[in-house]
C-alpha cells in the first residue's frame, strides 16, 4: 500500500465524517452458524481480543492461543500447508476439522494432509467480528469432517458508515544451517461499508507480499557418498542429524518463496424484513510465488554448484537436475455464497444456503533442468488444476414447539471435484504444454446429508440434545492416468448414520456439568482416492480407490465454573477411530506398497483446562491440555502398534496476558507450548529438532498497541520473541518484527 494510496483513502474517509460518529463502537450483531444450543465445549475470541494482542497477518492467526489448536503456519501468506491441528487430530489430518466464514465453507476437502489446508484467503483479518470454534463433532448439523473441530468466522456486516486501512510491516532475521538473511514483508488493508435502509454492504481489499524463509533442504546421507576423488571438490556442506539421527550433508536451502497475494471481498445484504435477510458474498483470492533455491556449495573458484558429480570431505555424490527446485506459482480462486435466513427466535425459522469454490486458475511450473541455467528459462513441468472446486447446498430449520423444545433439521449436499493434469513444456517460465501428459488425476465425490436433532429442557437444571445424521456418500468419475497408462475407477456409494447425543445439568449457579458422544464418518477424499500412480503395467501404486472411510466415536466430559470476569473450565475428552487415514507401508504384500492406507485403531484420551479472569488487572486466558493417543491396531503395519498418533504431542499450552494502562495503551505477552511428537507411525523420528523432523516448542509473543486518536492507532509486535527454532517437517519463523499503523472511522 503506497502512501499516496493511503492518503486518497484517508481523504475519501474524511469526506464522510460527518455521516458517522466518530468513534467506531463493534457489536457482535451477526449470530454465529454454530448451534450454541449444544451442551459441549465452545470458545471465541473477539475482534477486539484480536486487536489488542495478536500480531495478526492472516486470518488464521485468530486460533493461535484457543486451547488444544494449532495452524501449521510455515511464513506470511502460507496458503497450501497452514493445515489446523486438534485435540486428536495431528496437521497431517486437515480433513479431521471444518472451517467456515458466515456458513460458507473454506475446508479443502480435495485432499487430507498438508497441501489441502481450508482456503484462509478469503478472510483478512480486518474483516473478522468474532471467532466460534466447536470442538468435536457432537452436532448433527455437521458431517463427518467436523471430528476435530468446527470454525466459524463471523465477519463485519456495518450498521452505518465505517472505513479502516491498515498498513503492516514484518522482518524476520533467518540463521539455520548455511543460511543467514533477512525476509521482510508488507501487507496494506482497505474496507468500506454502510448501510442505506434495508441495504448494507461491505467491501475489503488486501494485498500481502511476503518473503518467507527457506523450508526444504537437499541433503544427502554421508553412508551414500562412495570413497574415493571422483566427483568436483566442493565446500559449504553442512554436517548435521537427520530426523533419525543418521548423519547427512545439507547441501542449500530451496523452496524459499516470494510470495504476492490480493484478496477482494464483497459482501450485499437486503433485509427484507427486521426478521429477514439475503446475503450475496464475493471472494477473489490472487496468489503469484517464485520458489527460489542457494546452493551452500562452492567449486575451487568460489562459484555455486547446483548439479553434477560432486565430492565431499572424500565422498563422492551425485547431484540431479531439480535438487534445487525452481517453481513458480499463478492461482486465481473465486468464491460465491448466497444465503437467505430469518432470525425471528420464535416458533420457526430457516435458512437457505448455498456456495461454489472455484479454482478458476491453477498452475504450477517448475523446471526439471540443471542449473543455473534453468533460472532464465528452457525445459520444465506445467501442472494445472484448473477446473478443481467444490459447491455446497444448505437448506435448514429450526422449530421451537414449545419453551422445553427446539429442534434443528435440514438437508446439506457437498460435492468435489479434482482436476489436475501435469504436462512438460519446452520453457518452464511462461510455455506452453508440449506433447502427452505424464500424469493426470481426476474425480468426484458428494454427500447429501439429513439431520435432526432436539434439543430438550426437561428440567430446569438439565437440558439434552439427541439428533442423527444420515450421510450418502458417492464417488465417481475416478481416473489415475501416466504417459502410456490410464486406469478408470469403478462408482462407489456408501450410506452411514451418525448419531449424537450432550447432557447438560446446571449444579448451581457457578457450576455447568456437560457430557456429549458423538459418532463421525470422514470419508476418503478425491484425492486420497485417485491421486497417486501408474506401473507399466498398468497397475496402481500409490493410490486405492477402495479406501474405508474413518470412523470415530468421540466423548467430552466437562465442568465449568463461572467466575467474578471470566471462567474455570475442566474437560476430559476421548475418541476412538477405526480405519484412520494414513500413509504407510503395507509390509503383509509382496512387493510392499506405500500410500494412503487404513490403520485399523487408534485411541485417544486427555484433559483440557482452559482458564479466563482478570488477575491484578490483567486480562488473562490460557489452557494446557495432556493427551494420549495410540496406535492400538495396524495389522499392515506392526512396528506402529502402541506407538504415539504423529503430530499430537503428550502436552500443550497456551497464554495471553494483556494490561491495558488506560483506553488508549495495552500491552500482550502470550506464549504457546507443545512437548515432543512425531511425523511417523512407528515414532522412528526420533530427532524432531532436524530437517523433515517434528519438534516441541516454546513461543513467546508480546505486542504493543497504542490509540494515537479517535481515528489512529500503531502496534509493535515480536512473534518467537524468544527466538526457538523448531519444526513441523519446515522450520518455522525464526524472531519476527511487527510494525501496524490502522485507520478507522
Avoid: C
Avoid at 45 to 55: A, L, M, P, V
Amino acid at each position: 500500500m503506497s502512501p499516496i494510496a493511503l492518503a486518497l483513502f484517508v481523504a475519501y474517509a474524511a469526506a464522510h465524517a460527518e455521516e458517522a460518529p466518530q468513534t467506531v463502537n463493534i457489536i457482535g450483531t451477526r449470530p454465529t452458524s454454530l448451534p450454541t444450543q449444544i451442551p459441549t465445549t465452545i470458545e471465541s475470541i473477539t475482534r477486539d481480543d484480536i486487536e489488542r494482542g495478536i500480531n495478526a497477518t492472516d486470518a488464521e492467526d485468530a486460533l493461535k492461543y484457543l486451547p488444544s489448536l494449532l495452524v501449521r503456519k510455515r511464513y506470511i501468506g502460507d496458503y497450501n500447508h497452514a493445515v489446523l491441528s486438534t485435540r486428536a487430530s495431528g496437521t497431517g489430518n486437515s480433513a479431521r476439522s471444518m472451517v467456515y466464514a458466515d456458513g460458507i465453507l473454506l475446508s479443502n476437502y480435495l485432499g487430507n494432509g498438508a497441501t489441502f489446508a481450508p482456503r484462509w484467503g478469503m478472510v483478512s483479518p480486518e474483516e473478522i467480528e468474532r471467532v466460534d470454534v466447536l470442538y468435536g463433532p457432537f452436532s448433527a448439523a455437521y458431517g463427518g469432517n467436523s471430528v476435530g473441530a468446527v470454525v466459524d468466522y463471523v465477519t463485519r456486516m456495518p450498521s452505518r458508515f465505517e472505513a479502516h486501512a491498515k498498513l503492516t510491516l514484518t522482518h524476520q532475521p533467518f540463521k539455520l544451517y548455511g543460511t543467514n538473511d533477512k525476509y521482510d514483508g508488507k501487507q496494506g488493508n482497505f474496507a468500506l461499508g454502510d448501510r442505506h435502509g434495508a441495504w448494507s454492504w461491505f467491501v475489503d481489499l488486501s494485498r500481502t507480499d511476503s518473503e518467507g524463509q527457506p523450508l526444504t533442504f537437499p541433503t544427502r546421507l554421508l553412508s551414500a557418498g562412495a570413497t574415493g576423488n571422483a566427483g568436483t571438490p566442493v565446500t559449504g556442506a553442512v554436517a548435521g542429524l537427520d530426523r533419525t539421527n543418521n548423519p547427512w550433508y545439507l547441501l542449500g536451502a530451496a523452496t524459499q518463496y516470494h510470495t504476492v497475494q490480493d484478496q477482494l471481498k464483497a459482501k450485499l445484504a437486503y433485509d427484507f424484513s427486521p426478521t429477514m435477510r439475503a446475503t450475496y458474498t464475493f471472494g477473489l483470492w490472487r496468489n503469484d510465488s517464485e520458489g527460489r533455491p542457494n546452493s551452500y556449495l562452492r567449486d575451487a573458484a568460489g562459484q555455486p554448484v547446483y548439479s553434477g558429480a560432486i565430492n565431499i570431505n572424500g565422498r563422492g555424490y551425485t547431484l540431479g537436475k531439480t535438487d534445487f527446485n525452481l517453481s513458480n506459482e499463478d492461482l486465481q480462486h473465486i468464491m460465491h455464497g448466497l444465503t437467505v435466513k430469518t432470525n425471528t427466535k420464535g416458533v420457526f425459522d430457516w435458512e437457505v444456503a448455498a456456495s461454489v469454490y472455484d479454482y478458476d486458475k491453477d498452475q504450477l511450473r517448475a523446471a526439471t533442468m540443471e542449473l543455473p541455467g534453468a533460472f532464465t528459462g528452457g525445459k520444465g513441468r506445467l501442472v494445472n488444476q484448473g477446473g478443481t472446486g467444490w459447491n455446497t447446498f444448505a437448506a435448514k430449520g429450526v422449530w421451537r414447539p414449545g419453551a422445553a423444545h427446539i429442534v434443528d433439521f435440514g438437508y446439506q449436499r457437498e460435492a468435489y471435484k479434482l482436476s489436475s493434469t501435469e504436462t512438460p513444456t519446452n520453457d518452464w517460465i511462461s510455455g506452453a504444454p508440449v506433447g502427452t501428459p505424464t500424469s493426470r488425476f481426476a474425480g468426484k465425490t458428494e454427500i447429501n446429508s439429513l439431520y435432526a436433532q432436539d434439543t430438550w429442557k426437561f428440567a430446569p437444571q438439565w437440558k439434552t440434545v439427541l439428533g442423527a445424521r444420515f450421510e450418502h456418500w458417492h464417488a465417481h468419475d475416478g481416473v489415475t492416468a501416466n504417459a502410456s497408462n490410464s486406469a478408470q475407477h469403478a462408482e462407489r456409494t456408501e450410506n452411514y448414520v451418525s448419531p449424537k447425543a450432550a447432557l447438560a445439568y446446571q449444579a448451581s449457579e457457578d457450576w455447568l456439568l456437560k457430557a456429549s458422544l458423538g459418532r463421525a464418518v470422514r470419508m476418503p477424499t478425491v484425492s486420497e482416492l485417485y491421486q497417486g500412480g501408474l506401473n507399466a503395467a498398468g497397475q496402481l501404486t500409490s493410490n486405492d480407490p477402495n479406501l474405508k472411510p474413518e470412523k470415530s466415536w468421540t466423548t467430552e466430559l466437562t465442568g465449568k465454573r463461572k467466575l467474578a470476569e471470566g471462567y474455570l473450565r475442566l474437560t476430559a475428552f476421548g475418541e476412538r477411530t477405526t480405519d484412520a487415514l494414513y500413509s504407510q507401508t503395507n509390509v503383509l504384500i509382496l512387493p510392499m506398497v506405500t500410500n494412503i492406507q487404513n490403520v485399523d485403531l487408534i485411541r485417544t484420551k486427555g484433559l483440557e483446562v482452559s482458564y479466563v479472569a482478570k488477575v491484578f488487572g490483567l486480562d488473562v486466558s490460557s489452557s494446557v491440555t495432556w493427551t494420549d493417543s495410540r496406535i492400538i491396531r495396524n495389522d499392515k503395519a506392526p512396528s506402529s502398534v502402541g506407538k504415539w498418533q504423529p503430530r499430537i504431542p503428550e502436552w500443550r499450552a497456551t497464554g495471553m496476558a494483556t494490561y491495558a494502562f488506560d483506553d488508549r495503551l495495552s500491552v500482550t505477552l502470550a506464549a504457546r507450548y507443545s512437548g515432543k511428537q512425531y511425523s511417523t507411525l512407528d515414532n522412528s523420528d526420533v530427532n524432531g529438532f532436524a530437517y523433515q523432523g517434528s519438534s516441541k516448542y516454546f513461543t513467546a509473543d508480546t505486542r504493543l498497541r497504542y490509540r494515537l486518536s479517535q481515528q489512529w492507532s500503531v502496534a509493535l509486535g515480536v512473534d518467537n520473541l524468544n527466538n526457538y527454532q523448531y519444526w513441523n517437517f519446515h522450520p518455522y519463523p525464526q524472531r519476527t518484527y511487527v510494525a501496524e499503523l490502522k485507520f478507522d472511522l
